[in-house]
């Protein structure tokens, strides 16, 4: 059954170093989407993308965060300067349609900011 | 008051058990209601999603929506110990495929 993978699993980075985190979505799909979740609290929408551009984004989701889809496969989030409060689960998600009920989500990267 | 409300448990019942699990919210433009379940470091993944008040089921899971009393329950019958994880209950305005979620219920269902 086809999956959405995220890399790393886990990322150790320091205050305000950048770091890069990697999706593969499900091939097919068009949509695409991060979330995080801060440990013991709920998941949080940051952005979605669609046609190679942001199509809704949260409060969360401020200048110091960028996605990008750099090929046809690989769909990024970046964090120019990591902030303590940064450190999470970063889920990415995608589907391939615009309803909520086909959205895939991926098995997560843990971010540790130091 | 927050938008979704969801006690986070721990709920712990004997195999076998129906399980009751359940979400306030308190934005009447909530439209579309999903029950997430997560396995300790995984992503979410859909369980059940509906749209309309009433009773949905698939297979032991029964996804009930109450929009007059902004309340929504997902019943688990013949709960396995395979249950054990956290459910997400998750909501969607019309008009927008963005969930807000609920922290989550920690279910333990023990043998």
């Known amino acids: 059954e086809p999956e959405v993978t995220q890399t790393p699993s886990h990322q150790v980075t320091q205050m305000g170093q950048e770091v890069i985190l990697r999706c593969v979505p499900i091939?097919?799909?068009?949509?695409f989407y991060w979330y995080r979740q801060i440990l013991g609290q709920k998941v949080e929408f940051l952005v979605s993308f669609y046609n190679n551009e942001i199509s809704e984004k949260s409060e969360i989701f401020d200048d110091q965060f960028s996605v990008e889809r750099p090929d046809g496969s690989n769909f990024t989030l970046k964090i120019r300067s990591t902030k303590l409060e940064d450190s999470a689960m970063y889920f990415c998600?995608?589907?391939?349609?615009?309803?909520?009920?086909?959205?895939?989500f991926g098995p997560g990267t843990r971010l540790t900011v130091l | 008051q927050k938008e979704v409300e969801q006690d986070p448990g721990p709920l712990s019942v004997p195999e076998g058990a129906i399980v009751s699990l359940n979400c306030t919210y308190s934005n009447s433009a909530f439209q579309y209601f999903m029950w997430y379940r997560q396995y300790s470091r995984k992503g979410p993944e859909l369980l059940m999603y509906?749209?309309?008040?009433g009773n949905k089921e698939d297979g032991r899971f029964t996804a009930q929506v109450d929009k007059s009393s902004k309340y929504i329950s997902l019943f688990i019958r013949d709960s396995q110990p395979s249950d054990s994880a956290t459910y997400l209950c998750?909501?969607?305005?019309?008009?927008?495929?963005?969930?807000?979620f609920g922290r989550g219920t920690s279910l333990i269902v023990h043998p």
């Open positions: 509906t749209y309309s008040s």
């Open positions: 998600a995608s589907s391939d349609d615009r309803g909520t009920d086909t959205q895939y």
């Open positions: 998750a909501m969607t305005r019309g008009g927008s495929y963005i969930p807000t």
């Open positions: 091939s097919n799909h068009l949509y």
